[in-house]
């Protein structure tokens, strides 16, 4: 398939012209993926693309293709540049954190009852169906070592998450997330009892939220739809999972499958979310309303918590 070389002695159509050779060049290689010669001749300042005339109709054809996938890609690229960076509201990550270190104050104020009656137990959450334990959990540290690495990792995911949902939608989705993890590890465990504490389900939750939000993203682009980029993200967040999840001490307790089933439970809604374009469609009420349902679903739980423990 030559190139600025002289043009053979048969019917020849020429298909195209292009200012540069690399353009013309690139085009004939289209030509060459059906199985076609193609010759480039330069004529005065452009470079112009002639074809056997018999495979003119199948060429152009392809050249359209070949050119509605590049402009889409263009476009694809631009929409993705000029994507505005979206405002973190820093207050709500401060008054999670205040709200966190609060319940641990109480949490070693109150008498020890109180405490047993929010531990994630597997048996009284399956077999008597102590649903609240699987949100109480959440608020409940070991000591201040444990609140600590709990409120660094999940305020880091949260802050991206955030403008990902939406401030109300993603605290929303990061409890819900979090208490399915914890309702689902006590399924898992529920042969035998299994006790559970800690934020670290709402916090892979919150991973699990932001790893598929940037999948759906990927791939709502047919830029960046391919195997490749979504493997990036997505080994990105197991990779965190791994590292984080598994701990490294075995005296600490690590629940391994708390912190899978959140991290599940927060692509699963992530994922849904990131479809449907939820936070675009999400008026500022609507995020408040769902703030004040987090507020809201965790409160309830306590309250059942405490009437148990009385």
């Not at 054809?61 to 994507?83: S, T």
């Not at 949260?158 to 208490?179: C, E, H, K, M, R």
């Not at 993200?233 to 005296?251: Q, R």
Request: charge should be neutral.
């Amino acid at each position: 398939m030559p190139a600025s070389e002289e043009l053979p002695e048969r019917p020849l159509v020429a298909i195209a012209r292009y200012t540069k050779f690399s353009e013309a060049q690139e085009r004939g290689l289209v030509a060459a993926a059906l199985d076609h010669a193609y010759w480039i001749d330069r004529e005065g300042d452009e470079y112009v693309l002639y074809v056997d005339a018999v495979a003119t109709r199948e060429i152009v054809a392809e050249l359209q293709k070949f050119e509605a996938e590049r402009a889409q890609r263009a476009e694809d690229v631009a929409r993705r540049a000029a994507r505005p960076v979206l405002k973190v509201e820093t207050f709500s990550l401060y008054l999670a954190g205040c709200a966190m270190a609060l319940l641990f104050v109480a949490q070693n104020a109150l008498p020890e009852r109180f405490t047993e009656a929010g531990v994630a137990h597997s048996v009284r959450i399956v077999a008597q169906h102590e649903w609240w334990r699987a949100a109480t959990a959440l608020t409940l540290h070991g000591d201040i070592s444990h609140l600590a690495a709990n409120l660094a990792a999940g305020l880091l995911f949260a802050a991206f998450v955030l403008p990902q949902l939406g401030t109300g939608l993603a605290w929303l989705a990061i409890v819900l997330s979090g208490s399915l993890g914890n309702l689902v590890n006590a399924w898992f465990y529920r042969a035998s009892p299994h006790l559970s504490i800690g934020s670290s389900t709402a916090v892979f939750s919150a991973l699990g939220l932001l790893v598929a939000a940037e999948c759906v993203e990927q791939w709502r682009h047919t830029s960046t739809r391919s195997w490749w980029q979504l493997v990036v993200p997505l080994g990105a967040g197991l990779g965190l999972l791994a590292f984080l999840g598994a701990g490294d001490e075995p005296h600490k307790h690590t629940d391994y499958m708390a912190h899978l089933f959140g991290f599940t439970a927060g692509s699963a809604l992530g994922a849904c979310g990131a479809a449907i374009r939820l936070r675009e469609r999400t008026s500022r009420i609507v995020q408040r309303l769902a703030a004040f349902a987090a507020a809201a679903l965790l409160a309830l739980a306590w309250s059942c918590a405490w009437r148990a423990a009385r």
